[in-house]
T-cell receptor, first 113, second 115 residues
Framework: QQQVKQSPQSLIVQKGGISIINCAYE??????FPWYQQFPGKGPALLIA?????SEKKEGRFTISFNKSAKQFSLHIMDSQPGDSATYFC????????????FGKGTTLSVSS | GAVVSQHPSWVICKSGTSVKIECRSL??????MFWYRQFPKQSLMLMAT?????????EQGVEKDKFLINHASLTLSTLTVTSAHPEDSSFYIC???????????FGPGTRLTVT
C-alpha cells in the first residue's frame, strides 16, 4: 500500500514532442504528489507538485494531471528539449510532519534532437 | 528557493574506516531531515528520518550502529558511515523539510567510494 508505481521505465521522445510519465498509488492517505528531476551525479530537484484538491497544475512546459478516483497522476512535458533528458521520479506522502516521501522507481527520459 | 548543501560531494576511503557526511539547510530551519542512498540507475531508498533533537528513525534493514545519524541543530544533520566496506559505496543524498511544509529540498548528494 506504500508503493508508488511509475511507468514507463524509459522513454525516448523527439525534440518538440510531448513526454508523458505515469504514476499510480494505493494509499488514500497520500495528499502531496511531487515530481523530481535528477541529472547524473546530482541530487533530485523539485519540478512541480500537486495536492489532491485540484485535477491539474501547470508550470511552464510541465503539467501534472491528477485523477483522484483512479489514484493516478502523470507528468506531461510539452515541447520536450534535449536539456530535459534526465531521470524523473514521482513521489507521494501523507504530508504529516516528518513523513518521508515514497518514490517511484524512476523514468529515464531521452530527448533526441 | 530553499537550499540544502552537502559536504563532501565526493569521498574515497579505505575499508574499515569511518566517513562523516554533512547536510546543511542554508536558508531555512529544517525540523526534519531525511537520508537516502541511491545505487546506479535505481530510485532513492530512504535510510532514516531525523527530527532535530531526537534520535533518528531507521528504515527496516538499515543498521543504525553502522549508519550513525545526528541532527543536533535545525540546520545541520550528519551521517557517519562506520567501518565502511566496499558494499557501502553509493550515492548518499539528504533532504530537509521545515515544520508544516510538504516540500522536501534535496542536497546535491555525496558519492562515497570504499576501496
Amino acid at each position: 500500500q506504500q508503493q508508488v508505481k511509475q511507468s514507463p521505465q524509459s522513454l525516448i521522445v523527439q525534440k518538440g514532442g510531448i513526454s508523458i510519465i505515469n504514476c499510480a498509488y494505493e494509499n488514500t492517505a497520500f495528499d502531496y504528489f511531487p515530481w523530481y528531476q535528477q541529472f547524473p551525479g546530482k541530487g533530485p530537484a523539485l519540478l512541480i507538485a500537486i495536492r489532491p484538491d485540484v485535477s491539474e497544475k501547470k508550470e511552464g512546459r510541465f503539467t501534472i494531471s491528477f485523477n483522484k478516483s483512479a489514484k493516478q497522476f502523470s507528468l506531461h512535458i510539452m515541447d520536450s528539449q534535449p536539456g530535459d533528458s534526465a531521470t524523473y521520479f514521482c513521489a507521494a506522502t501523507p504530508g504529516q510532519a516528518g513523513t518521508a516521501l515514497i518514490f517511484g522507481k524512476g523514468t529515464t527520459l531521452s530527448v533526441s534532437s | 528557493g530553499a537550499v540544502v548543501s552537502q559536504h563532501p560531494s565526493w569521498v574515497i576511503c579505505k575499508s574499515g574506516t569511518s566517513v562523516k557526511i554533512e547536510c546543511r539547510s542554508l536558508d531555512f530551519q529544517a525540523t526534519t531531515m531525511f537520508w537516502y542512498r541511491q545505487f546506479p540507475k535505481q530510485s532513492l531508498m530512504l535510510m532514516a528520518t531525523s527530527n532535530e533533537g531526537s534520535k533518528a528513525t531507521y528504515e527496516q534493514g538499515v543498521e543504525k550502529d553502522k549508519f550513525l545519524i545526528n541532527h543536533a541543530s535545525l540546520t545541520l544533520s550528519t551521517l557517519t558511515v562506520t567501518s565502511a566496506h566496499p558494499e557501502d559505496s553509493s550515492f548518499y543524498i539528504c533532504s530537509a523539510r521545515s515544520n508544516g511544509d510538504h516540500e522536501q529540498y534535496f542536497g546535491p548528494g555525496t558519492r562515497l567510494t570504499v576501496t
